[in-house]
């Protein structure tokens, strides 16, 4: 059992930068993979970054491709996602979620709100 615990949402203005934290407890195995995905109001959740726990590997939605940057700090069991310069458009509830490379998403942490203001 995982349990996911985002931090770092909140306001701020367009070309601003926020880092988003998620916090994992229990086992993290190195097949895991680590995702974060956002829903913004009346739109379905949609990827947004992932990473993967063993090597590092990770892989962007285009519209956030040299924006965002996901990390992972392995000591920490700790996954970030830093956005820079970010829209009136990035505006969601940020979710973490983690699962088995090649599988879907079992583990989904709370959400934490950004809003972007133009």
């Known amino acids: 059992q995982v349990q996911l615990v985002e931090s770092g949402g909140g306001l701020v203005q367009a070309g601003g930068s926020l880092r988003l934290s998620c916090a994992a407890s229990?086992?993290?195995?190195?097949?895991?993979?680590l995702g974060w995905f956002r829903q913004a109001p009346g739109k379905e959740r949609e990827f947004v970054a992932k990473?993967?726990?063993?090597?590092?590997?990770?892989a962007y939605k285009d519209s956030v491709k040299g924006r965002f940057t996901v990390s992972r700090d392995n000591a920490e069991n700790t996954v970030y996602l830093q956005m820079n310069s970010l829209k009136p458009e990035d505006t969601a509830v940020y979710y973490c979620?983690?699962?088995?490379?090649?599988?879907?998403?079992?583990?989904w942490g709370q959400g934490t709100q950004v809003t972007v203001s133009s």
């Open positions: 979620a983690a699962g088995r490379f090649g599988q879907r998403y079992d583990y």
């Open positions: 229990g086992r993290i195995f190195s097949t895991y993979v």
């Open positions: 990473i993967i726990w063993s090597d590092g590997y990770t």
